[in-house]
């Protein structure tokens, strides 16, 4: 399933393209990589930590809120966001949780 998610997410990221899907929550995303200079090697993709989408949506901080039409109405809701790196998308992406 990654390879076919992957072919059709990174020629659509490359071209400029905002993609918005929804998420598993298990889906296997990781912390920013730590930029390390003077270290032999190639810098890190991905970070060491995995991030679980489960426990950042049940904390009660980050959390704002916003209002939005929805269906002709005016409505409030709330959303958090994080960034993380997944190997789907082949390095950083923005997630957003509703």
């Given amino acids: 399933m990654r390879v076919a998610a992957s072919s059709l997410v990174r020629p659509l990221i490359a071209s400029g ?4 899907t ?7 995303l990781f912390d920013l990589p730590v930029n390390t ?6 810098p890190r993709k991905y970070g060491k930590n995995r991030i679980s989408l ?3 949506a049940s904390s009660r ?3 704002e ?3 939005y039409a929805c269906r002709g109405k005016m409505t ?3 959303y958090k966001t994080l960034l993380a ?7 950083m992406v923005r997630v957003v949780i509703l």
Avoid: F, P, Y
């Fill in 76 to 78: 409030q809701g709330r």
């Fill in 65 to 67: 809120s916003i209002e």
């Fill in 17 to 20: 393209a905002t993609v918005v």
């Fill in 85 to 91: 790196t997944s190997q789907v998308v082949g390095g």
């Fill in 61 to 63: 901080r980050g959390w």
């Fill in 54 to 56: 489960k426990k950042r």
């Fill in 22 to 28: 929804r998420l598993r929550s298990d889906a296997k």
């Fill in 37 to 42: 200079q003077g270290q032999r090697g190639r």
